[in-house]
């Protein structure tokens, strides 16, 4: 099983919509989280990065974070063109980060 | 400028050849580390290191070294390199001050082909 995993792309929707992209994780102990933005050819950017369960809303990113379920989605609402990337799902264990796959997310005009 | 660079951008190169790919960063952090990226397969860590003298192994570190030559400098090199290392590498650092040590910050990324 790999560490962590997102759910597979790509993923297709309207301008305007909401986005959503899951990610799962392998170890219980892990205690941060953090979302990247990768456009094709460039280097990962942090979109946000979340610790607590619960809800973080930074402008139109919403990450999502359950512990008991080893679970942590990122909600991109209002979707734009220019949100047409990949995003990577990361989780911090022992001061390095381990990697999804990443989601392919294009938004249509 | 940029707060995290790479040298060179992009390298062509043969099989049994050695290379080093350079990375180096302005933003004081104390941490660093290189990533290889290979479509479908995600950033997979190759080694990192926490300070000047501590340089620790990541889960694909066959047929890799590295040199971290001071604070802000942080090499990679391929002392023979085969085809299968051809992919997308990226330097990334973290933790300094001001900055939450957990989150990593790439480097624009070095495209290497190995024919």
């Known amino acids: 099983q790999k560490e962590v995993e997102q759910n597979s792309g790509p993923l297709s929707v309207p301008e305007g919509a909401i986005a959503s992209l899951n990610c799962t994780y392998s170890d219980r102990g892990s205690q941060s989280f953090f979302w990247y933005r990768q456009y094709s050819g460039k280097s990962p950017e942090l979109i946000m990065f979340?610790?607590?369960?619960g809800d973080k809303e930074d402008g139109r990113f919403t990450a999502q974070l359950n512990k008991a379920s080893q679970y942590v989605s990122l909600l991109i609402r209002d979707s734009q063109p220019s949100d047409s990337a990949t995003y990577l799902c990361?989780?911090?264990?022992?001061?390095?980060?381990?990697f999804g796959a990443g989601t392919t997310v294009t938004v249509r005009a | 400028d940029a707060d995290v660079t790479q040298t060179p951008r992009n390298r062509i190169t043969k099989t049994g050849k050695r290379i080093m790919l350079e990375c180096s960063q302005t933003k004081g952090h104390d941490r660093m580390y290189w990533y290889r990226q290979d479509p479908g397969l995600g950033l997979r860590l190759i080694y990192y290191?926490?300070?000047?003298?501590?340089?620790n192994k990541g889960e694909i570190s066959d047929g890799y070294s590295v040199s971290r030559q001071a604070q802000a400098k942080f090499s990679l090199s391929l002392e023979s390199a085969i085809p299968n290392q051809t992919a997308l590498y990226f330097c990334?650092?973290?933790?300094?001050?001001?900055?939450?040590?957990?989150?990593?910050?790439f480097g624009p990324g070095t495209r290497l082909t190995v024919l």
């Open positions: 990361a989780v911090l264990n022992d001061y390095k980060l381990s």
């Open positions: 290191s926490f300070d000047v003298k501590d340089i």
């Open positions: 990334a650092t973290s933790g300094g001050p001001g900055a939450s040590t957990d989150t990593q910050y």
């Open positions: 979340i610790y607590s369960n």
